[in-house]
Every structure is written in structure tokens, then in C-alpha cells.
């Protein structure tokens, strides 16, 4: 608009019009989410015997733990990682203010080993593919998918679903806010710039209605005349039973 005004100021008229035109309300439908024992095994389908399943491990441990986002995972740099002496990764995110998470001792014990296998490289990055090149998003993305189908065997409810990157980065978030109940503080997390942003996981997570249900005083259920004796519920049947044979004759 401020860039119209000064050079095309005869079509702001035309422009405001344009604006002033409401945007079409679309469903919001809740984020889809992996459940705890659909992540474990996710996690738990890279076989840590050679380099790659040692470096796909530690990946999708990093990824779901810090809820990261494909370009933050795939540009994080050697010396991003800080292991002593509390665990913790730097995270850098275009357009986005860093941010400095602390990590699980499950997180660490997956990566010191892919730290040691590593090798020297001439590239800071952390992750490298076969090739010793940087990760890429679609490398990633292939890793991710090739693990969730292996795990699909082992966990039925994973067959026919597909496994995307943002999906274990809303179930990171919902873990999250499961277990602090404090929506700022997930947004702090994930590297959100609005906190609108991160009130998509309050509508998906049912432990936020409960707790605001358990806090409130139900209405009392009035009391009546009536009760459903043994005999009352005999007299009902016998009387359904009659007028059925009546029906039928």
C-alpha cells in the first residue's frame, strides 16, 4: 500500500476497494498429530549399526525434540550443538530471532554418537548426506518417509498415513503443551513470531478444555420423584413384551 502511494498514486482508489473486499473464511481444521507410541516408533526404526542409521537416528530425535522446522534442522552447523555442560542447541531461522532450547539426555545419547562418526568435513554443517554434502530438505524428507513406512509394520495405525516433516513438528507442540499447559511458552519453543500462531494447538489438545472444566463449578442435577426400581423395570418390560404380541397378531 505504502509503495503504491508514491509510485502508482492515481490506482489507490482502486486499491482500497480491492482491500476492503473480505478474504473468504476457510475451515480451520485441527493439526493432525502422531500419538506417543506412533513417534516411538518412528524413532525407534533407524538401526544405529552403521553411519546412516547412526545420523537418521539422531536426526529424527533432534527434529521431533527441538519441534524444528526442515530449514532449521538442515542448516544447523557443527558448533550449534552444545553438549557440556547442560545439552542445549542453537537455532537459527531466517526472518526469525534465535532461539536456545535445552535438549533430552535421549536427544544427547543420539547424537554424541553420529558427533563420532561424523568425520571431518569441509562443511560446517551438521548433517551430511552419503555424498558428505550438506542435508538437503528433500534428503530429509526421504529419510523421514523410509522410516515411517518400516515403522508402519510394527505399528498398524502408521499403514496409509503419510508421515510429513510438519507432522512431528505439531506433535513436539502438543507434547509440549500436554505437559505445561502454557501456550507462550510453546510458542517460545517453536520460534512462532505470533502468538496466533500457536493457539491452533490449544483447540487440538483436549487436556486445555479439561483442565478449564475441572475449574468450573457444574450446575446441580435437580432431584425427582422417580426411581427405577427392580419391579418398576419388570412392569416396563412385561408391558413392551404385550404390545409387541399385539402388534404382530
Known amino acids: 500500500m505504502y509503495f503504491m502511494e508514491y509510485h502508482v498514486p492515481a490506482a489507490l482508489d482502486h486499491i482500497r476497494r480491492v482491500l476492503a473486499v473480505p478474504s473468504k473464511k476457510a475451515d480451520a481444521r485441527l493439526v493432525k498429530h502422531l500419538t506417543i507410541d506412533e513417534m516411538q516408533c518412528i524413532l525407534d526404526a533407524p538401526v544405529p549399526n552403521h553411519r546412516e542409521g547412526i545420523r537418521d537416528r539422531a536426526m529424527l530425535h533432534l527434529r521431533f525434540a527441538a519441534g524444528l ?5 538442515v542448516g544447523l552447523r557443527l558448533d550449534d550443538i552444545q553438549l557440556r555442560p547442560y545439552p542445549s542447541v542453537l537455532v537459527h531461522s531466517k526472518g526469525r530471532p534465535e532461539r536456545c532450547l535445552p535438549l533430552w539426555r535421549e536427544t544427547t545419547s543420539a547424537l554424541r554418537p553420529w558427533m ?64 505445561i499447559k502454557d501456550p507462550r511458552k510453546v510458542s517460545l519453543w517453536l520460534g512462532h513470531t505470533h502468538m496466533q500462531t500457536t493457539e491452533i494447538y490449544t483447540r487440538a489438545d483436549p487436556s486445555v478444555k479439561l483442565e478449564a472444566l475441572e475449574a468450573v463449578t457444574p450446575p446441580t442435577l435437580r432431584s425427582g420423584r422417580f426411581k427405577a426400581t427392580d419391579a418398576l423395570i419388570a412392569s416396563l418390560t412385561a408391558s413392551t413384551i404385550m404390545h409387541r404380541r399385539k402388534r404382530q397378531t
Open 116 to 179: 563420532a562418526v561424523r568425520g571431518l568435513a569441509p562443511f560446517p554443517e551438521l548433517f551430511l548426506n552419503a555424498h558428505g554434502e550438506p542435508m538437503t530438505r528433500s534428503g530429509f524428507e526421504y529419510i523421514l518417509h523410509k522410516h515411517a513406512r518400516a515403522a508402519a509394520s510394527r505399528c498398524p495405525s502408521l499403514k496409509g498415513r503419510r508421515a510429513s516433516p510438519h507432522l512431528l513438528r505439531h506433535t513436539c507442540a502438543l507434547r509440549i503443551l500436554e505437559a
Open 69 to 73: 522446522r526442515v530449514s532449521e534442522l
